[in-house]
């Protein structure tokens, strides 16, 4: 089975401007996760999804959204870029809402310059 | 408040034991989780622990955890080149359907021959 895949890779952005980072779950889970992980430091939550509804959310301003789709793949937009949200976006999907175990993707490296 | 602290920086001899610690404050919280990051890449699920266990052993893992003191420790047998990486320690998720970890700074582990 696949694991949790994201997409791009990598991207490269100039402030100002907006992204969106894609997720898809492990087959059969219905929970994603998002976070942020800047270099050197410990990843952030950002949002929890659930059967499409969001869930949770981290102490992040309001340029971060996402949404759930039917198919539970996911999608983080990041408007007005900063410097400052140049980081690895990791993605993170589990069963249900409250699950002990979360598996997460390889992550997104954006880069805002 | 919630917060995850951990040494930054761990240099063991391959076939050494590696101890890594960590401390935690939120007392809520229902699992202990230890994660791995090898360079550029996601984070991996290694093992977690349950807060009301005392420790848990999986072939060369063993957790240890004081509830008491809030620290919890991961002791690798005969440490390898593989394991070198960065590990990170994280407690979560808080309940009520809620997936929310909050991840300390990660400690690298360098091993040398």
């Known amino acids: 089975d696949a694991g949790v895949t994201q997409s791009p890779t990598h991207l490269i952005k100039t402030r100002g401007q907006h992204v969106t980072l894609r997720c898809s779950p492990i087959?059969?889970?219905?929970?994603v996760s998002w976070y942020q992980q800047v270099l050197g430091q410990g990843p952030q939550f950002i949002f929890q999804?659930?059967?499409?509804?969001?869930?949770g959310r981290g102490n992040f301003p309001d340029r971060f959204s996402a949404r759930q789709f039917p198919n539970y793949s996911s999608e983080l937009n990041v408007n007005a870029l900063l410097l400052g949200d140049s980081a690895l976006y990791l993605c993170?999907?589990?069963?249900?809402?409250?699950?002990?175990?979360?598996?997460f993707g390889p992550g997104t490296r954006l880069t805002v310059l | 408040g919630e917060d995850v602290e951990q040494s930054l920086f761990l240099s063991v001899r391959e076939g050494d034991s590696s101890v890594i610690n960590c401390t935690y404050t939120?007392?809520?919280?229902?699992?202990l989780y230890w994660y791995k990051q090898e360079p550029g890449a996601g984070l991996q699920l290694l093992t977690y622990i349950f807060s009301n266990m005392d420790m848990k052993q999986d072939q060369r893992l063993t957790v240890l955890l004081n509830k008491k003191d809030k620290h919890l420790s991961l002791r690798i047998a005969d440490t390898q080149t593989g394991d070198s990486a960065i590990y990170f320690c994280a407690e979560g998720p808080p309940g009520g359907g809620y997936n929310k970890l909050i991840f300390g700074a990660g400690t690298r582990l360098a091993v040398h021959p």
């Open positions: 999804y659930y059967e499409k509804e969001e869930r």
């Open positions: 993170a999907s589990s069963l249900a809402g409250g699950e002990t175990e979360q598996f």
């Open positions: 087959s059969g889970h219905k929970s």
């Open positions: 939120d007392s809520s919280s229902t699992y």
